[in-house]
């Protein structure tokens, strides 16, 4: 893959044989950065799992303490008092029968779907077209639940979803270029904490075997493990 000159430029300020310490490698990130926007900061675990034995796959969600930077569009599927609630909770859009033909059609102006249990059966439907953009509500993931207040609450203050990919990865957001580096630790410290406590009973060995961070189209950072159980 042929890489620009500013990405070969920044690339130079890394030493990509060493792990960095947490601070300093997103403190490397943010002086990397290529883009003329505020660049997204991303964290990858290269973990040492099988995607496909069924408790290998990992899934779920996380409130980052510092939010992602991003104002996620919230679509509540609900009828009677639970669309009264995630209207008064902020939802972007709320409705039922009406609102999943609208996606039917071709609509998808939203970043996050959460519906009560009860909409499931009418929603399953539609998994052709959401699972496949990753938007099906998962009762894993708490976007399946009768709670919605609470829901569409933590989406908004900076719940992210995280999910294995066929190889064993998991990438999350983290934040913004612009974040102060402290807040961009505590995202990652995060991340790195819940993923160490749904570690599966079957994994043997070293279950990360690598941990990377980097910018929108910036280079990767390594970054050592030991350093995420450091207290700052």
Do not use: C
């Not at 099906?136 to 933590?154: L, W, Y």
């Not at 999350?172 to 819940?194: H, M, R």
């Amino acid at each position: 893959m042929k890489r620009g000159k500013k990405y070969l430029e920044a690339a130079k300020k890394i030493d990509k044989q060493n792990r960095y310490q947490v601070r300093k490698g997103l403190d490397l990130v943010k002086e990397t950065s290529i883009t003329s926007f505020d660049a997204t900061v991303e964290i990858a675990f290269r973990l040492n799992i099988d995607p496909r034995k069924a408790e290998q796959n990992l899934r779920g969600a996380i409130v980052l303490p510092h939010g992602t930077g991003k104002t996620q569009k919230v679509v509540v599927i609900a009828r009677g008092e639970k669309a009264k609630e995630a209207e008064e909770a902020g939802a972007d859009y709320v409705g039922d029968t009406e609102l999943l033909q609208k996606i039917q059609g071709g609509w998808f102006d939203f970043d996050v779907m959460v519906a009560t249990p009860d909409m499931m059966a009418e929603l399953g439907k539609l998994g052709r077209l959401l699972g496949p953009k990753g938007l099906m509500p998962n009762p894993k993931t708490g976007t399946v639940t009768m709670d919605v207040k609470n829901a569409v609450n933590e989406i908004k203050a900076g719940k992210i979803e995280y999910r294995t990919d066929k190889v064993g990865n998991i990438q999350a957001p983290i934040g913004k270029v612009s974040f102060d580096t402290q807040k961009l630790v505590e995202n990652a410290k995060a991340v790195y904490q819940t993923l160490v406590r749904v570690k599966p009973n079957t994994v043997k060995g070293v279950y990360m075997r690598n941990i990377t961070v980097s910018s929108t189209m910036g280079p990767g950072v390594r970054l050592d493990e030991e350093s995420f159980k450091a207290k700052e």
